[in-house]
């Protein structure tokens, strides 16, 4: 089974985040792979350091939630896993995402663009719940719970910086 499908399972709720192989190369290249994505996503609106800066500071809040609520509840050993499914599954919505934000960008397509992309963020929301409920050992709900919260939080301090 190739990586990329192993992502498109995660995010068709097939398989979780214990199903990635615990790889310290492949760790590597899905942060390099969600840099790049995120990097180009954020480029539609902003200057290119903006981008730069501001997909590096995400990475880092993504990597630094996981490790801290798998820390908090003693669960640092499903890091990796836990950190790539995340990440993984970013990359792969965000470059389904890219034709409507450009779309958005360009005001082409009416109310229908942010229509999908609402439908998008509930979607990846629903993958971070199903992810951190495997990586906690819990629930889906305290898993979406979780998701909304990191969303949220990420959202809020990535407009403070960035805005």
Not at 31 to 42: E, M, P, R
């Amino acid at each position: 089974m190739t990586v990329l499908r192993l992502f498109l399972d995660i995010c068709l709720f097939r398989r979780g985040p214990q199903d990635i192989p615990v790889s310290k190369f492949l760790f590597r290249l899905t942060v390099i792979v969600y840099l790049v994505v995120g990097f180009i996503f954020l480029q539609f609106g902003t200057t290119v350091l903006k981008a730069l800066t501001e997909t590096f500071v995400e990475t880092l809040i993504a990597l630094g939630f996981v490790w801290g609520l798998l820390a908090f509840t003693r669960k640092t050993p499903r890091f990796r896993q836990t950190a790539t499914s995340l990440l993984g599954s970013d990359a792969i919505i965000s470059t389904l995402a890219m034709p409507f934000m450009t779309a958005i960008n360009y005001n082409i397509g009416g109310s229908g663009p942010y229509l999908i992309m609402l439908i998008l963020l509930i979607w990846h929301i629903s993958i971070i719940g199903h992810i951190l409920r495997h990586a906690l050992s819990s629930n889906l709900t305290f898993g979406l719970g979780i998701a909304l919260i990191y969303v949220f939080l990420s959202y809020q301090i990535v407009a403070y910086l960035f805005n």
